[in-house]
């Protein structure tokens, strides 16, 4: 059998004694973007987070290419998984070069390679963000930021990327432009992408593979068109949705939250 | 959006300029520092000094005024001043926060209560000159000990640092006001030492801290890029490869080290530790590369300055360093902050 690129084995992590998730089976090749959905405080940032050993599971294993992430060093799995995450950054005066070429921490001693910077230009037009190397990073608008996040890292060469609701605070045309960016990235360059994401319809129209995750447990799992059913929506956010099908995708409209719904 | 963008070139071209900023600031220190070798209550021509070191026959006097006097406490000057310097670089860098300086884990306090503590009990008396020198430093590496134990119960935390170095800090400010109360007169050196000053430089105190200096420029430099990462955020650090834990405590130590002795021996000597990064990261951005010794040069040329202008605004008494420091600092910080221009020179 060949690995999969990406892949979560009986995961389980908890936070002194309460359970955030509990066996999460989850698989993302190269060339695919998958997203994981579900209510907030379901788990899916916790789950990202454990892929980067950012947190440690207290049960199951994390393999990439077939290989378990504990096995890694800290610096041999930044070379392997990048990440974007969520929280807006502040930082002190940095142009976007500088946080481009941060991409290459894991691969440089000090000095920067005619290599390194091969790669991060490579990596700056693959982005489109060619007009803004120059500029301080601090000073970018939103879907400006995002772009150069992203940036920075795909300059660290990595077989997995994993994004934290890589659409958060952007206006429509900057989501549809960030995921298309996102989708062509992991087919160009052989990325296994995962995502945490809550707008489903963008998770619907760009994701190959969708897990859906109620409070930490994987409630369902495969494409868009097989997991964001209204039976779902309903069972794992409580919401009554109508679902309509389109050629390209699945389109959610809700209607009103379901008052008897339980969370557990 | 289609503009063409060679990264080699433009890479290049940005190192270029601050590399020549860093071979116009070392320029601008010794330049500075001669002056400061001349400059006195005798002022002594460069011809003289040159004379006076290498000279077959020299004025006995005027030898040991520059060997004994003015260059140890010109060098002196300079590594406190890059120490200082340093240590700021590493303390906002890593607590991300503009406002922290060396003394932001409340390692002067520290200092100031050793240093007390051995001038109120007459400890200079029996133990020399040097128990001073030791309390103050056996005090500020406690303190930075109590530090770290209480932000450690929550995992090292950027918040919980500052906020026990502040409540750590206030504690032995109170203890060294309680000292000074009860002691009297007995203590009024203490209040010389808690104002900073370079008048107590000599060699033996040169070899103490050119060792740290060495040390800390070495060891630094090799963290740029575990600074540059950790400046941008904990879990972004971890993310591109940084042990995050292990870089904190042991970056923290050194800052604390360089703190620690440079308190020692100069007294509290605020500002520069503060100001310094915050005009080189306006003059060439935020990289650890070129932030550090660009950094630890302007401080250096700072406190120099404001030593030497100590030493000559009432002549021949002297006024102690800090007020000088910051008297003139502030205006210049506050303009530069007013002027606000990132793009201040590249």
């Given amino acids: ?161 994993l994004l934290d609701e890589p659409t958060a605070h952007l206006d429509v045309k900057n989501q549809l432009e960030i995921l298309d960016l996102i989708r062509n990235l992991a087919r160009n ?51 009554e949705v109508r679902t309509i099908k389109s050629e390209e995708s699945i389109h959610i409209l809700p209607i009103k939250p379901i008052r008897s719904f339980n969370q557990t | ?72 406490r010109v060098l002196m000057a300079v590594m406190a001043g890059t120490c200082l310097s340093l240590a700021g670089v590493i303390m906002q860098g890593l607590l991300r926060n503009p406002l922290a300086s060396p003394y932001v884990l409340g390692v002067a306090a520290g200092a100031a209560f050793g240093a007390a503590l051995a001038v109120a009990f007459g400890l200079q008396f029996i133990f020399g000159e040097y128990a001073l020198f030791m309390l103050a430093l056996v005090f500020s590496l406690v303190t930075m000990f109590m530090v770290y134990g209480l932000a450690s119960a929550r995992g090292v935390e950027t918040e919980t640092l500052i906020l026990a170095g502040i409540a750590i800090g206030s504690l032995f400010n109170a203890l060294v006001s309680f000292l000074i109360y009860v002691s009297g007169e007995k203590i009024y050196g203490i209040v010389f030492w808690l104002m900073g000053g370079l008048w107590g430089a000599d060699w033996e105190q040169l070899f103490i801290i050119f060792p740290v200096l060495l040390g800390g420029i070495v060891i630094t430099l090799n963290c740029s890029w ?42 509290t000597i605020g500002f520069i530790g503060l100001v310094a990064p915050h005009i080189v990261r306006i003059m060439i951005g935020s990289d650890h590369r070129f932030l550090l010794p660009a950094s630890g040069l302007v401080g250096a040329m700072l406190l120099l300055s404001a030593d030497t202008l100590s030493r000559m605004i009432i002549n021949p008494a002297e006024m102690p360093v800090g007020i000088i420091t910051s008297v003139i600092g502030v205006p210049f910080f506050v303009y530069l902050l007013m002027k606000r221009r990132k793009r201040w020179w590249i």
């Fill in chain 1, 1 to 161: 059998m060949v690995d999969m690129r990406l892949r979560v084995k009986d995961l389980s992590f908890k936070y002194s004694t309460t359970d955030v998730l509990s066996g999460v089976n989850l698989e993302v090749d190269e060339h695919e973007v998958a997203s994981i959905v579900g209510p907030n405080a379901s788990g899916k940032t916790t789950l990202l987070r454990c892929i980067n050993k950012v947190l440690k599971p207290y049960m199951g294993t994390v393999f990439i290419d077939g290989k378990a992430i504990v096995k890694m060093n800290i610096k041999e799995l930044a070379r392997e998984v990048s990440s974007v995450p969520q929280i807006a950054l502040r930082s002190f005066p940095l142009t976007v070069l500088d946080v481009v070429l941060m991409g290459r921490t894991p691969y440089v001693k000090w000095q920067l390679t005619k290599n390194d910077l091969e790669i991060a230009e490579e990596s700056i037009k693959s982005v489109g963000i060619e007009n803004l190397t120059s500029k301080y990073f601090d000073e970018l608008s939103g879907g400006e930021m995002q772009r150069v996040l992203i940036s920075k890292a795909i300059t660290q060469e990595p077989k997995v990327l």
């Fill in chain 1, 189 to 239: 360059k052989d990325i296994a992408v995962l995502m945490a994401i809550h707008d489903l319809n963008l998770a619907a129209r760009f994701s190959d593979r969708i897990y859906m995750i109620k409070n930490g447990s994987i409630f369902a799992s495969g494409s868009p068109m097989d997991v964001l059913t209204s039976e779902n929506i309903r069972e794992v956010y409580g919401v």
């Fill in chain 2, 1 to 72: 959006m289609s503009s063409e963008v060679d990264v080699n070139k433009l890479y290049r071209k940005v190192r270029g300029k601050k590399i020549f900023f860093l071979f116009i600031l070392t320029l601008a220190l010794l330049a500075i520092t001669i002056i400061s070798i001349c400059i006195g209550p005798i002022s002594i021509s460069i011809q003289d000094i040159i004379k006076a070191i290498f000279g077959e026959n020299p004025d006995e006097n005027l030898r040991a005024i520059v060997l004994d006097v003015r260059i140890p």
């Fill in chain 2, 226 to 267: 575990d600074l540059n990462a950790l400046s941008m955020g904990d879990e972004v650090a971890m993310n591109l490869g940084i042990n995050v834990k292990f870089s904190k405590i042991f970056l923290l130590t050194l800052a604390t080290l360089l703190t620690a002795v440079t308190v020692s021996l100069t007294g």
